[in-house]
Nanobody
Framework: QVQLVESGGGSVQAGESLKLSCTYT????????MAWFRQVSTERRGVAAI??????SYADSVKGRFTISRDDAKNTLYLLMNNLEPEDTAEYYC??????????????????WGQGTQVTVSS
């Protein structure tokens, strides 16, 4: 089992940037496939995902603005968010699984979740 802890959220103005971090501990193979999700009200949606060998996927709404990366030497997943928009306001969660998800943006394949970090973007 892997444990996840997010950090880096905050309040910014539209057009500014934030970088989220997610530190993982425990079973290293439990973090083979990782992703960021965000939740508004009760709806949680996939933002970006990355495989153990660095292959990335993005939601259309963040392509060209967000970059997901990982540093396994530091056991950390990142989400660099540029040109933030008020619509990006949400609670952001990192997630991990040991096996390849059949669809990266589906919630059910992920075995571990962080506690979330709030991002608020004002216009």
């Amino acid at each position: 089992q892997v444990q996840l802890v997010e950090s880096g959220g905050g309040s910014v103005q539209a057009g500014e940037s934030l970088k989220l971090s997610c530190t993982y501990t425990g079973d290293r193979y439990g973090a083979n496939y990782m992703a960021w999700f965000r939740q508004v009200s009760t709806e949680r949606r996939g933002v970006a995902a990355i495989t153990f060998d660095g292959v990335t996927s993005y939601a259309d709404s963040v392509k060209g603005r967000f970059t997901i990366s990982r540093d396994d030497a530091k056991n950390t997943l990142y989400l660099l968010m540029n040109n933030l928009e008020p619509e990006d306001t949400a609670e952001y969660y990192c997630a991990a699984t040991s096996t390849r998800p059949y669809k990266w943006s589906f919630l059910t394949p992920y075995e571990a979740w962080g506690q979330g970090t709030q991002v608020t973007v004002s216009s």
